[in-house]
């Protein structure tokens, strides 16, 4: 892990939500976020200097699936046929607004 004066040469970010629950998580893995790597990018941001960002609107099961998606869409981003991902219905909206926020509905 990196030290605090070169975080964003670290190959892991932690995510934290409302509740504050910490995800650490493989920064290549949220790539797929516009939202993250906007967050991450150069040195204007706190979260680009820190390598941590904060949700304070995505509850922790929410921000849990949202991780497991971008574990799920790194382990898959090769693979031609990929198996569809549970999604707990009761969770379907509130991960559909964490979806919107991250970007991640304009992904292909």
Known sequence: MATNDEPSNSKY??????????F???RE???ISPTIKAML???LY????TGRCEFEEISTPV???????FHYWYKNR????VPDMDIP?????EILVAADFLGLDSQA
């Not at 090769?78 to 046929?81: E, N, S, Y």
């Not at 219905?89 to 909206?93: I, R």
């Open 63 to 69: 921000l849990e699936k949202v991780v497991e998606y």
């Open 29 to 31: 893995a949220t790539s």
């Open 78 to 81: 090769d693979k031609p046929m």
């Open 46 to 49: 706190t979260e680009a200097k």
């Open 41 to 43: 990018r150069g040195g």
């Open 13 to 22: 970010i932690t995510l934290v939500s409302s509740d504050g629950f910490e």
């Open 89 to 93: 219905v009761e969770l379907c909206l």
């Open 24 to 26: 650490v998580v493989l």
